[in-house]
């Protein structure tokens, strides 16, 4: 996200947080009190369906917020669980709150934040309505330039088109050399 973003963030920051992989940050039902701005590793919001199944409602990596949308909810609505070691710096909910209602820049770049994650969630619900690995790897590419990730970062890839890696892993072989790899 953007530094602008960022630096506000820090600038209100109150401290940090570390996190070791699989760690629960908050539990469904747990009052919120504080927001996270991860800023290493990877944090996964989690839904335990019914079924026993896990819906991932949000997968936070370094300069998102985590649970944005919770903002003025007093629950967590799901859980917060670290997949990797992470580190985040925290900033109250009641600060955030604030804010917003005093600081007319930062609700401003709080707004256009929330308006990117709104885009990005979108852009996952349409990729996941895709019935196969090929329509949905088409579709992440067509977001992304057309550029492929580079090979370390498959299994990522595949978890975010909400495929299997070993499907993944067929259709890029199926394609060959026909695409091309970020550089970054």
Sequence with gaps: M????????????????????GQHIFNQGDPITW???IQAGTIHLV???????????????????LAEASVFSSHY????????????RIISVNSVRWLLRKEPVFAEIWASYLSYQ????????????????????????????????SKGEWKTLADEIGVSPEALYRELAKRGKSFSHKTS
């Design 77 to 88: 609505h799901c859980d917060g669980v670290a997949v990797t070691n992470s580190e985040a």
């Design 47 to 65: 839904r335990h369906q019914a079924d026993g199944n896990v819906a991932v409602l949000q997968r936070a990596s370094s300069g998102m917020v």
């Design 35 to 37: 927001l996270y701005l």
């Design 2 to 21: 953007s530094d602008v973003f960022i630096d506000h963030f820090l600038q209100h920051s109150t401290g940090e947080a570390t996190f070791a992989a």
């Design 118 to 149: 709104l885009q990005q969630a979108r852009k996952r619900a349409e990729i996941a309505s895709l019935k196969t690995v090929a329509a949905r790897l088409n579709a992440w590419l067509a977001w992304n330039d057309g550029l492929l990730p």
